[in-house]
């Protein structure tokens, strides 16, 4: 049976260490009429923990989502947290794009008032609260904060990350009267869960809460809104 639906996942990475744990997790979520493909940018940086990592991968991104309209996918995730060339991106896709970012948080809200967001490097405690500022939702976010493992060191001692980031939950809790937490970051993929449990709150995989809505948002045949913001106006120099 042919699929319905098609979504690409792209990691903003030159690496392709992620590529094979983030389609066997989408997999499992997503129905089974929803074709998945993922893949990295051999031109990004190795791993987006800066403003220059993101601005640097963002150009590659705008460039994957252009080859994923021309080839007829349904919708289009970015897998970084910090969603380089999201908005571009949305200019000029005709399918949907949605960032990992802005999506679990946005999502988080429905969840729970008081919101923290948990990421890596020390960066991040301003990081996505301007983000959150950004999306108007700063008065509901409460804690962001960062464990100090960098991006490629994540899945080699997996039991450390979760203790790294469960004494984050617990301050986030505890202190500042966190009721929902975002994973900050892709490479948590698959960690929610168990995280949940350990600290009685609900915890959001920002990947995987993003692969739904991208599914629920082609089902439902929506689109970006075209008349202002994402209304790209063509010049000579434009295709």
């Not at 049976?1 to 030159?14: D, Q």
């Not at 893949?39 to 220059?52: F, G, M, Q, T």
């Not at 080839?71 to 794009?97: H, K, M, T």
Request: charged share 25%; net charge neutral.
């Amino acid at each position: 049976m042919a699929s319905t639906y098609r979504l690409l996942i792209i990691n903003p990475v030159s690496i392709s260490m992620w590529n094979e744990y983030v389609l066997q997790y989408a997999k499992s979520i997503l129905s089974r009429d929803v074709e998945v493909e993922v893949r990295s940018l051999p031109k990004a940086p190795p791993a987006i923990e800066s403003e220059y990592d993101r601005d640097f991968a963002a150009p590659y991104v705008v460039e994957e989502v252009v080859k994923a309209n021309r080839e007829g996918f349904s919708g289009v995730v970015i897998n970084c947290f910090d969603d380089p060339g999201l908005e571009a991106s949305r200019e000029i896709s005709d399918i949907p794009v949605l960032g990992i970012g802005e999506t679990s948080m946005v999502m988080a809200l429905l969840l729970g008032y008081r919101i923290a967001v948990i990421s890596t490097g020390r960066n991040s405690r301003l990081t996505y609260y301007r983000r959150a500022v950004s999306l108007g939702i700063d008065r509901r976010i409460v804690y962001t904060s960062g464990i100090e493992v960098p991006v490629l060191s994540l899945r080699k001692d997996l039991d450390r990350v979760k203790e790294l980031l469960l004494n984050e939950i617990k301050k986030a809790i505890e202190i500042y009267g966190a009721e929902v937490i975002v994973l900050g970051c892709g490479g948590f993929i698959g960690l929610a869960e168990d995280l949940s449990k350990m600290s009685g709150v609900p915890v959001i995989d920002p990947t995987l809460v993003t692969l739904k809505v991208a599914e629920s948002i082609v089902r439902l045949g929506l689109r970006h809104s075209k008349i202002y913001l994402f209304n790209r106006l063509k010049t000579s120099y434009q295709s």
